[in-house]
């Protein structure tokens, strides 16, 4: 049983930094695309920043320039460096991991990020 294990997240001011970590638990991560999506309440969940197995990126318009992911293949961990938070960031993010080829797709368990005064 594959398993994606997030940390990171938690209060933050706004202006502030955060960063989001996700190891997934697969013998092979190089060949997986991976991402970031988010959930406010009340609100669909959205994807907020993806990269390809190739590493190529792409981000939700609101995130651009504020944003990061990347990955460590060597480490199978994804991450999502957050900066300049602003409160309507605010959401549960998840990680995610997932192959077309290999008709797989894995979740993460969700954290909160709470950006506040």
């Known amino acids: 049983q594959v398993q994606l294990v997030q940390s990171g997240g938690g209060l933050v001011q706004p202006g502030g930094s955060l960063r989001l970590s996700c190891a997934a638990s697969?013998?092979?991560?190089?060949?997986?695309?991976v991402g970031w999506y988010r959930q406010a309440p009340g609100k669909q969940r959205e994807l907020v920043a993806a990269?390809?197995?190739?590493?190529?990126?792409n981000y939700a318009d609101s995130v651009k320039g504020r944003f990061t992911i990347s990955r460590d293949n060597a480490k199978k961990t994804v991450y999502l460096q957050m900066n300049s938070l602003k409160p309507e960031d605010t959401a549960v993010y998840y990680c995610?991991?997932?192959?077309?080829?290999?008709?797989?797709?894995?979740w993460g368990q969700g954290t909160q990020v709470t950006v506040s005064l």
């Open positions: 697969l013998s092979i991560f190089s060949g997986y695309a």
């Open positions: 990269m390809s197995s190739g590493g190529n990126t």
């Open positions: 995610n991991v997932h192959s077309t080829m290999r008709r797989v797709d894995y």
